[in-house]
């Protein structure tokens, strides 16, 4: 007579009572798994969403980053609520700074060592100028902010690529063009060899007008743009306080009057 030794009788009965205790399933006689009855199954209560509450930002540093991590556009959006003016500094990339950590570095490479924590309070010590809060964003972010307003029309003064290296080539020709994300994305971030650093920046100044002039909706809705960027926009203040700063603006139609900049003055 065949008997089944002790420890396979062990490991059988363990095996049937994990299964029951933890309530994913049962086995019959085939070895297929079947699920248990519903008021067998423990379901887990979903968790709470804890909704971050919007913070006081007047002074949001908006750094774009590209597929190298390198931050290749800096701009501070500076709102003056008690004269109601608004203020757009640009600031060079090659700019020297010392981050949490490191020594001096350009700005630009300022994220290399995989963390931009505390680059806009170095910038801030550096240049002088008061910083509430940043986001940083990829090529993808960028892009798709541009995108969830249809996207925008842009005025060039020359062709400019548009593509990254590797990438099948596209360009933004002179006169004026309605952009999709993708190309609004690199004529902000990729500087062509042939202009100056200003020229630059105002392709730059461009499209950040027209993005946060265009966000359309209430503060709830901004909010839930920004949001679903996930890892690709990161902020160190909540993104309502940034969707709160952009109703603001747009509310308060400050951006066609808003005093542009540049730092260092060179």
């Known amino acids: ?19 029951v205790l933890t309530g994913v399933f049962v086995m019959r006689g085939d070895g297929q798994a079947i699920p248990l009855a ?9 968790a709470q969403e804890v909704a971050e509450s919007a ?5 949001l540093m908006f750094a774009l980053i590209d597929s190298d991590q390198k931050i290749v556009s800096v701009t501070v959006i500076r709102q003056s609520v008690v004269e109601e003016k608004l203020s757009i500094v640009n600031i060079d990339p090659a700019t020297l700074i010392v981050p949490p950590g490191q020594g001096f570095v350009p700005i630009s490479d300022a994220g290399l060592q995989g963390s931009f924590d ?13 910083i509430d809060g940043s986001i940083y964003l990829q090529r993808l972010a960028y892009a798709g902010l541009v ?24 360009y ?17 971030m990729l500087q062509s060899k042939f202009e100056t650093t200003d020229e630059f920046m105002t392709r730059g100044n461009q499209v950040l007008r027209a993005v ?13 743009i920004f949001s679903a960027l996930g890892s690709i926009a990161r902020s160190n203040v909540p993104t309502a306080s940034i969707a709160r700063l952009i109703i603001e603006l747009r509310a308060a139609n400050l951006w066609p009057s808003a005093h542009i900049s540049r730092l260092p003055v060179n």
Do not use: C
């Not at 933004?172 to 902000?188: C, F, H, I």
């Open 1 to 19: 007579m065949n008997r089944i030794p002790a420890f396979l009788k062990w490991l059988t009965s363990s095996l049937l009572a994990i299964a």
């Open 212 to 224: 946060f002039e265009n966000l359309q909706g209430d503060q709830e809705r901004v909010d839930e």
């Open 38 to 46: 519903d008021q067998v199954i423990a379901v887990p209560e979903p």
């Open 55 to 59: 913070q006081e930002v007047h002074n």
């Open 172 to 188: 933004v020709r002179a006169g004026t063009s309605l952009l999709e994300g993708s190309d609004a994305a690199g004529y902000a």
């Open 118 to 130: 505390g680059v806009d309070k170095a910038i801030s010590g550096a240049l002088g100028i008061p």
């Open 147 to 170: 995108d969830s307003i249809g996207g925008i029309t842009v005025v060039s003064e020359n062709l400019y690529r548009v593509s990254e290296r590797g990438e099948v080539p596209r």
